[in-house]
């Protein structure tokens, strides 16, 4: 099981997001901005998309969307944007 357990605003649609299996990285959401459904339309507005909270150890918005982590970490590791961190970082 892998959870998300950190999350890092970096701006527009950037993330930096820590796993449980200690990797790290940075992915850009900004394709949400094409897609449709009542669920995406508030994560285009940049202000709500950096709402952004953890919950259950997914990527969560306040209107209750939310990202599975097991395929955001399989999607980021096959992209090659993933990193293992040191617990001194």
Known sequence: MIDVIGVKRLGDYRLEI????GTVGTRDFSELT??????????????????VFIDDGALTWPNGYDWDPIALHDEMKKAGLLR???ADE
């Not at 094409?34 to 709402?51: C, H, I, N, W």
Request: charged share 30%; proline share 8%.
């Open 18 to 21: 820590a796993f449980s299996d």
């Open 34 to 51: 094409s897609r449709t459904g009542e669920m995406v339309q508030p994560l285009k507005d940049p202000g709500y998309f950096a709402r």
């Open 84 to 86: 293992r961190v040191d």
